[in-house]
Nanobody, 115 residues
Framework: QVQLVESGGGLVQAGGSLRLSCAYS????????MGWYRQAPGNERELVAD???????NYADSVKGRFTISRDNAKNTVYLQMNSLKPDDTAVYYC?????????WGQGTQVTVSL
């Protein structure tokens, strides 16, 4: 059974930092792109950042210059370093991968940014 398990969410003040981690259970995910999405109440799920198997990142305009996505294939883990957090970043953050046409999602981790 494929699993994506997120960790690292929490409550932080505006301007603070958090690092999210996504551990995946199958090493085959090291050969595919992976990403982070988020969903705030009343909003659709949106892409935050993704990264190719070779490590090339892509970011939503709203997080460019503040967030950094990275991966450690030896540890089967993808990270999202979030700096200069804003209240608008408050959402549930989900790890995502697509493999052979199937989408895989983690259970989500809550990030709350207070004023």
């Amino acid at each position: 059974q494929v699993q994506l398990v997120e960790s690292g969410g929490g409550l932080v003040q505006a301007g603070g930092s958090l690092r999210l981690s996504c551990a995946y259970s199958r090493s085959i995910f090291s050969s595919v792109a992976m990403g982070w999405y988020r969903q705030a109440p009343g909003n659709e799920r949106e892409l935050v950042a993704d990264i190719t198997s070779g490590g090339r990142p892509n970011y939503a305009d709203s997080v460019k210059g503040r967030f950094t996505i990275s991966r450690d294939n030896a540890k089967n883990t993808v990270y999202l370093q979030m700096n200069s957090l804003k209240p608008d970043d408050t959402a549930v953050y989900y790890c995502h991968a697509k493999l052979l046409g199937t989408h895989y999602w983690g259970q989500g981790t809550q990030v709350t940014v207070s004023l």
